[in-house]
């Protein structure tokens, strides 16, 4: 008998993390599985930040860190919020969190009360959606089109707002779509929300400097959103740190007091060690970092190129992240070596057992006529699965 509570069977399992154990799993079993589901840079975490860890174990840090973060370390986070986003804080609105993943839990936690909407632009990054409903939020989904580069318009957020909307939550650069709004497209739904003041943005910031187009621009950048919005960032993404699992916000210090609390009674805060090196990761110049985006830059040419080669493939030109989003609904009713694909899920899977090629399915996402690939992978990978994707496929 299922003895568990409602909360955690109603909770989805985190797709990309799954399809990751799964090709784990295959690999394991032999299987030369190609793994592009799993979005992390494939590159090891600079020596200098290596050594800045190592310096720490060595100099004791080992014991419990402020809940909200070491003091010199929020000083640090407040400085790139300065250098790179133009954005003031102040010491008490910086909390420093497991991951950005927790940074978005403690704010579905402490924003929002049972039947709160929060509207998801889609498509939107695998966890958003339960992260809002293990806080007995509403997830609200907009669909958006390739057509538009996966954005959405003001049009589309104002037909999306109801009485109950407490919350948007979106990333730029987007997992999974790449795309990178400009400053003109969130003055335009910033305008839309000068008519709700009681609704709250979450900027997600986590690929900022993954970005080959430039022009990031931080919705709290905005002095009329700036009261309003929570501005998420991490290390995981630009520096190769997923697993030291270090994220913060920059908030309204009420909401920053209030994960602090939260955190206080869950965590009682991120790893001393990885918290040390992210000071040494945030304060070096992001020019020590654009050898990996360039050639993050260069594979999204390569993947986009080769995969223009195959039928049935319409992507749009992802601007930042390293992921494209492609639509393979063309697909949809037809069977390829005796396997009937129906929805973006037996599609992925397809290419999982055909092409021995991990992507995610785009349902996770909240677009099931999309997969996600990433290409955090090397060249030869990509060139690799990309040639057995097409040979399943003809
Ligand atoms: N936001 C987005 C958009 C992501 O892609 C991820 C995935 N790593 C996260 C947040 C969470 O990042 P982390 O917990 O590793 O900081
Ligand atoms: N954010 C990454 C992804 O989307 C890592 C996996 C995860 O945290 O879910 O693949």
Redesign the pocket.
Known sequence: MNQLSDRINNLATSATLAMAAKARELRAEGKDIIGLSL?EPDFNTPEFIKNAAIEAINQNYNSYTPVDGYVDLKQAIITKFKRDNNLNYTLPQIVVST???QA?ANIAAVMLNAGDEVILPCPY?VSYSDIVKLSDGVPVEVQTSIDNDFKMTAEQLEAAITPKTKMIWY?SPC?PSGSVYSKEELRALADVLQKHPNIYVVS?E??EHINFVGGHFSMAEFDDMYDRTITVN?V??AFAM?GW?I?FIGAPDWIARACNKMQGQITSGANCIAQRATITALEADPSSIKYMVDEFKERRQLILSLLSEIEGFKTNEPEGAFYVFPNISAYFGKTIKGKTINNASDFSLFLLEEALVATVTGEAFGNPDCIRISYAASQDEIKEAIKRIKAALS
Do not use: E, F, P, Q
């Open positions: 979005g991951g950005a993943k978005l990054w990333s997992n997600d986590i690929y991490g995981s993404k997923t699992r994220g």
